[in-house]
């Protein structure tokens, strides 16, 4: 009968986890759609002569980034999807569930605040804490997140490198 309650349990954190992760995709909307749309609406603004202290941003440029985001979830986002959903840790839907909220909510105090954060980032801190806290630090595979921080610290320089040579070519075709 315990296996049976159990089981019921798990079935509400299923519902709940879908809560959670629609909460965690508004989350995403308000933070990594702004960080994507904020060099964008500025470049423009600075385009058409707005003053750089009050640019704003328009609906059709966050449309596009919500696009573009969403085209990105559905052609390779399974690729992160696997990584972080399987290969770091075991999760069942109530460590899911707390994975999806606590994440959420850094990323919604984040937003409010201003600060733009990733939400991978937090996702994946979510991920390992629970993970240790749930089933011990020797069922967290640390060789896995070794290789997503690694990821984390080159694509920094990898894509200012890459923005530069863009910017370079860019300017070059205009003189």
């Known amino acids: 009968e315990a296996a049976t309650e159990t089981s019921k349990a798990k079935r ?7 809560l959670t992760a629609t909460l965690k995709s508004f989350a995403h909307g308000a933070n990594d759609v702004a960080n994507a749309a904020g060099p964008f609406a ?7 002569g707005q003053d750089p202290c009050n640019i704003g941003t328009s609906m059709y440029i966050l449309l596009l980034c919500g696009v573009g985001i969403v085209l990105g979830l559905s052609i390779s986002g399974h690729h992160v999807i696997k990584t972080i ?3 770091l840790t075991a999760i069942d839907f ?4 707390s994975i999806e909220l606590g994440s959420t909510l850094s990323v919604v105090l984040a ?3 201003g600060m733009p954060v990733s ?3 937090c996702q994946v801190g979510s991920v390992i804490c629970i993970g240790m806290y749930e ?4 069922h967290v595979k640390w060789s896995m997140l070794s290789k997503i921080v690694w990821s984390w610290v080159v694509t920094v320089p990898v894509a200012a490198v890459v923005a530069a040579a863009l910017l370079y070519a860019c300017l070059q075709f205009i003189h």
């Open 135 to 138: 089933n011990g630090p020797k």
């Open 85 to 87: 959903g399987k290969d």
């Open 12 to 18: 509400v954190f299923m519902y709940l986890q879908i």
């Open 119 to 121: 939400s991978t980032h």
């Open 42 to 48: 500025a470049v423009q603004g600075l385009y058409f």
């Open 94 to 97: 109530p460590t899911g569930f």
């Open 111 to 113: 937003s409010c605040t």
